[in-house]
């Protein structure tokens, strides 16, 4: 095992930095075991962190940092189950290229690959769906280091209340070291990407969800442009992009061209609206049919800062006109498009879409613009409507205003309280949105 000392922490937005006591690297969940009891008996906190791509200090501590870098590798495909058990520090991008080359997949994914199995499913990411959830709802079952050393095996049929929670578990119920997914044979999907203008997206919003099986929008403040994309199952045959046609859209284009207008609005904010205007007319429509992860993901490399709430189904059209009439009475110069998707009622204890159809709204500011105003008047927003914060992105919500949307918060905590009395696994932002 090997272990630094002392080193900075930062995740990948910045928003969030650590000075742990010490970072080991462990390579087995036996080893995890030994860190977390040996923690346990100093009195020190011990957390565990992915690739940063959280936006909150979930994973923040002064005492001991688990790092991912060797907790890696696809331990076990098994074809008659259908599932796929991983190493929970690999990453998304090694899992998805392993199912890949053995003829599988994943149903639904997010837009990003970065970061690690635990860290993406401890926090709740998702994609967007008509039938298919987020990657935690893909869990079949999960490995689970407690707060005295003990290893437990956790799924719908052996400790079945810590599998419901600890799908979604913050890192607060234990160390996860390893996870089962859920994983059917490769497909295809057509994507279709399109400009649509903003009145049609909202007044045909229900039909397109009900159309799709995966169907999402951005749309681009202080302009009525939007860029849609639809996922749908295909026959085939696979067209996927271009290589010099990918590089200019997702590289040139979406990256390196958007990353200018992004540090000249941040200049002059000023400029920004009219840098939207631009922006919302030079869309293009494309179509495009490959393997699921290459359809899903994308790459981002402009750095940014984002929040994100889930509202009932029935709110998202209602809750997201609210964002536009904010822009546009407040004189607010956002240059970041505002991306809307859906996620149907899952049934893990914490999650963004526990018990209810969701629709998620979320909002970015390049990195290094102050961002409080706009996310504290959106979050006013969201709240109105009984939303639920993305629990690895930015919000102010706290214990209290939380169990208010989560019917279940008590479960949970109550379990916490069983698993985790002493708060081994315990920070500031935990006691923040959990209570003591």
């Known amino acids: 095992m090997t272990q630094k000392t002392g080193d900075a922490w930062r995740n990948w937005a910045g928003t969030v930095a650590a000075r742990p006591l010490r970072s080991p690297a462990p390579a087995t969940t036996d080893e995890v075991a030994r860190i977390v009891k040996s923690a346990a008996e100093e009195g020190v906190p011990v957390k565990a962190v992915g690739t940063g791509h959280s936006f909150t200090a979930a994973a923040a501590t002064d005492g001991v940092l688990i790092r991912p870098d060797r907790l890696t590798g696809v331990r076990r495909i098994d074809r008659d189950a259908g599932t796929v058990t991983v190493a929970a520090g690999t990453p998304l991008w090694q899992l998805n290229q392993t199912l890949a080359g053995a003829g599988l997949s994943l149903t639904n994914m997010g837009d990003i690959m970065a970061q690690t199995a635990a860290g993406a499913t401890s926090t709740g990411t998702h994609g967007t769906g008509r039938d298919s959830g987020s990657i935690s709802a893909q869990l079949t079952a999960l490995e689970l280091v407690t707060a005295d050393g003990s290893v437990l095996q956790c799924s719908r049929e052996e400790n079945p209340e810590i599998f419901a929670a600890a799908r979604i578990g913050l890192g607060a119920l234990g160390i996860v070291t390893a996870l089962t997914f859920a994983v059917e044979p490769l497909f295809l999907l057509t994507a279709r990407e399109e400009p649509m203008p903003l009145d049609r997206v ?102 940014f800062v984002e929040m994100e709430y889930a509202v009932p189904r029935a709110a998202g059209i209602a809750a997201l006109r609210e964002v536009k009439a904010l822009i546009e009475r407040s004189g607010l110069r956002v240059g970041f498009p505002v991306e809307v998707r859906t996620a149907p009622a899952d049934d893990i204890t914490l999650s963004t879409a526990s018990g209810r159809d969701s629709v998620y709204i979320a909002v970015h500011l390049y990195r290094g613009t102050p961002y409080r105003p706009y996310f504290s008047e ?59």
């Open 202 to 303: 909202l007044a045909d919003f229900d039909q397109l969800t009900r159309e799709n099986e995966h169907f999402e929008f951005y749309w681009f403040p202080h302009t009525e442009h939007c860029n849609t994309k639809r996922n749908n199952r295909s026959a085939g045959p696979p067209a996927p992009l271009g290589r010099i046609s990918g590089w200019v859209e997702d590289e040139l284009l979406s990256n390196a061209a958007f990353q200018l207008v992004c540090s000249a609005g941040r200049a002059v904010p000023a400029a920004i609206p009219r840098m939207a205007r631009v922006a919302g007319r030079a869309l293009s429509a494309r179509t495009y049919t490959d393997i699921p992860y290459k359809v899903f993901t994308c790459p981002r490399r402009v750095r």
């Open 378 to 436: 959106v979050e006013r927003i969201m709240t109105a409507h009984e939303g639920r914060p993305h629990w690895g992105k930015l919000h102010n919500r706290d214990a209290g205003q939380l169990a208010s949307v989560y019917p279940r918060f008590g479960e949970f905590t109550a379990l916490r309280d069983r698993l985790d009395p002493e708060r081994v696994f315990g920070n500031a932002y935990l006691r923040r949105v959990l209570g003591g």
